[in-house]
Structures are given as C-alpha cells and as structure tokens.
C-alpha cells in the first residue's frame, strides 16, 4: 500500500505559469487536504476536500483552486504563480465523515517560483 | 482544540528510551490526544492517539495521567532516525475535515 504520493518531487516555476501539484491516495479516504509549509509559519491548510465532489476553503486559499472529481485524486493549481508561493505543499488525507480524524501526509513536493 | 505545552528540545542516546512530555491542562472530555512527528525534508508522520487509556503501537506508547492533564509519548528504542521534531496535538473527532494545527513541538535529538 502506497499511502498518498505526490507528485512532482520538486519544481521550478517561472512566474506567470501554470501548474497542477498532483496528489493520489489509495487508502479510500473520503477527506483530503492541501497545506504549505513555510519556515517559522508551520503548516497552513490551503483548500479541504470532506467528499469527492466538494471541496472548501482553508485558512490561505488565494492564488489556489482544487478539484475532487473522484476519491483518490486531489489535484492543486496555481493558475498563475507567484513567488510568495514558494513553499512546501503537502498532500493529506483521513477517513474523515465519522471515521477517524487522523491526517495521513504525502513526502511533499517542494515548489519555487522565480 | 486545547492548547499544549511542550518542551523546546530534548536529546535522548541511542538504543534508549526516549519520553517526551505535554501538557494539556484544558483539555475536554471528547478531546482525543494526537501525536506526529516531522523528520527533516519529509511529510508529517502520524504516530499514535488516545483518548483515556494508554495506548501502544508499533512506533510508540502513549501515557496519559488519569486526569488527562498531560501525557507522554514514549519511543522505547530510539534510533538516530528518530531524530524529529514532535508534535502533541490536542482536539475533538469531527465529522468534517478541519485544519490539523502544529504548535512548536519538541526537537529530539537521538545522540549516537
């Protein structure tokens, strides 16, 4: 069992471009989320998914948009990057409903947009 | 969700036991404890939770106090890939997805 991945590993974006952070769990959780991390601010959640089909703002969701179209797949966009989204972005996921509100993390993909 | 209190930094020797405290003093009586651990460079890890009982798993046990004030997670055999930085988290189960928030946590530095 896999867990999540993520993918890619690393980037480097020129910014003005697009990008998708692809994230895959196989665990059949209905919940799933995106954070950045960035140093001395911690982990801040970008955009939640409680459903497949439905999705919800966290706590810094500006300059990004997510989908949910089926259960393993939560895909992140930056339509247009820009270099204060430079950070760490990791991919969670938990059963969520009312299953176990554990948050199991993807390894991460480090972006820097220049 | 409770606040907790954890120390800064705490070495512990290879091979030993490693027992890392929190406090929760505020904690509710539906607040379940959590803890994960970020090594350098990698995703947060979870590692075990409780919400009375001590509990133990593969990774860790965890202790709490009867009163549920505070608790410790305890690594039995630290190796040097244990070397993390520790979270304690404290908060109630949701039917929903909700920001799982990191305070400071404890540096471990495992010491060969």
């Known amino acids: 069992i896999a867990g999540i991945t993520q993918a890619p590993t690393s980037q480097i974006l020129a910014a003005g471009r697009r990008m998708t952070l692809r994230c895959t769990q196989d665990?059949?959780?209905?919940?799933m989320y995106w954070y950045r991390q960035d140093l001395g601010l911690g982990l801040r959640l970008i955009h939640y998914?409680?459903?497949?089909?439905?999705?919800g703002k966290g706590e810094v969701p500006d300059g990004y948009s997510v989908s949910r179209a089926n259960t393993d797949d939560f895909p992140l966009t930056l339509a247009s990057a820009v270099p204060s989204q430079t950070s760490v972005y990791f991919c969670?996921?938990?059963?969520?409903?009312?299953?176990?509100?554990?948050?199991?993390f993807g390894p991460g993909t480090r972006l820097t947009v220049l | 969700d409770a606040k907790t209190t954890q120390p800064t930094s705490m070495d512990c020797a290879e091979g030993r036991a490693a027992n890392l405290p929190c406090n929760h003093s505020t904690i509710s009586g539906n607040e379940y404890v959590y803890w994960y651990r970020q090594i350098h460079s990698q995703g947060p890890q979870y590692i075990i939770h409780?919400?009375?009982n001590n509990e133990t798993n593969e990774m860790a046990s965890l202790i709490i106090t009867e009163d549920r004030k505070s608790s410790t997670l305890i690594l039995p055999h630290a190796t040097l890939r244990d070397t993390a930085v520790y979270y304690c988290i404290v908060r109630a189960p949701s039917g929903s997805a909700r920001q799982l928030t990191f305070g400071s946590g404890t540096q471990l530095t495992v010491l060969p």
């Open positions: 409780g919400l009375k």
């Open positions: 998914s409680n459903t497949a089909g439905t999705t």
């Open positions: 665990m059949r959780h209905n919940a």
């Open positions: 969670a996921s938990s059963e969520g409903l009312l299953g176990t509100d554990t948050q199991y």
